[in-house]
């Protein structure tokens, strides 16, 4: 009994915070490509000096084109969404690299773990996506760290 409603409250949990995401992605994400798919941290526990690596959007533009950004704080996502300069996807390989804003800048090189249509792992803490992130100030490397993601949409 206790182990059954641990599960339901688990469940719960994870699409609670799942709702809950879709409503702080940025809206210019959400009006400029509603097919969007936004890829979060998993866990708790972020590598050192990024814990402002919130989270990422990224989207189809054209045939091989996509478009991006990364969130540093999903408490004021109007204020901290840096659009992605770069974006390549090559097979199972994404490479990024974000715009300058305020001195501060991100790059991820890494791999997906899944593949095929991410929305059948929408609501899971499933990781699709690892690589390293890495943090730039004022052009230097400020830090980097291994990330693993979840998926889920953007609206």
């Known amino acids: 009994m206790q182990k ?9 949990l994870v699409l609670s915070l799942s709702f809950l995401a879709s409503l702080i992605i940025p809206v210019q994400a959400q009006q400029t490509n509603p097919s969007m798919t936004v890829y979060f941290a998993v866990g708790e526990k972020y590598p050192k ?3 402002d690596f919130q989270c990422f959007g ?8 996509f478009e991006g950004w990364v969130m540093t704080d999903r408490e004021n996502p109007d204020n901290s969404t840096l659009d992605m ?27 997906f773990l899944r593949a095929g249509d ?3 792992f929408y609501g899971h803490q499933t990781p ?5 992130v890495r943090k730039f100030l004022k052009g230097k490397k400020a830090a980097q760290g ?5 998926t889920g949409p953007a609206g």
């Open 4 to 12: 059954a409603l641990a599960i339901r409250l688990s469940v719960g």
């Open 128 to 132: 699709v996506i690892e690589g390293t």
């Open 146 to 150: 291994k990330m693993r993601f979840y």
């Open 49 to 51: 000096g990024l814990s």
């Open 58 to 65: 990224l989207a189809r533009k054209g045939k091989n084109k």
């Open 118 to 120: 991410m929305s059948r």
């Open 85 to 111: 300069k770069t974006v390549r996807l090559d097979g199972k390989r994404l490479l990024f690299r974000t715009v300058n804003r305020k001195g501060l800048a991100f790059s991820f090189q890494g791999r």
